[in-house]
């Protein structure tokens, strides 16, 4: 059974940094994907990126501008969300999840019904 357990989040001010973590284990595949996604009080669940786990192609939500990273370490088996210019709108929980492809390697999609297991989720909030 695959098991996903984040670190990182907190309070942040406007503009500052934070990076997220998600170790991964439980699980022997050659094809998936990690994918990060938060949902903020009221609002529904949004895709924020996502790593192949093959060879590390990445695609953020564009509306993130770039101010998102995903990263991996394969040797530790862990995904990093590094998030910098953080706003108040980013105030979110945030999740990480495990996309087994099931049939044969593919990009990834930062489509919630794809991904299997999911983190316990860390809390961000961006306040001054």
């Known amino acids: 059974q695959p098991k996903l357990v984040q670190a990182g989040g907190g309070l942040v001010q406007p503009g500052g940094s934070l990076r997220l973590s998600c170790a991964v284990s439980g699980f022997n595949l050659d094809y998936y994907a990690i994918g990060w996604f938060r949902q903020a009080p009221g609002k529904e669940r949004e895709g924020v990126s996502c790593?192949?786990?093959?060879?590390?192609?990445?695609f953020n939500a564009h509306s993130l501008n770039g101010r998102f990273t995903i990263s991996r370490d394969n040797a530790k088996k862990t995904v990093y969300l590094q998030m910098d210019d953080l706003q108040p709108e980013d105030t979110a929980n945030y999740y990480c999840a495990l996309d087994p492809y099931k049939n044969g390697n593919r990009q990834c999609y930062i489509i919630a019904g794809l991904y299997d297991w999911w983190g316990q989720g860390t809390q961000v909030t961006v306040s001054s």
């Open positions: 790593i192949r786990h093959s060879d590390g192609w990445t």
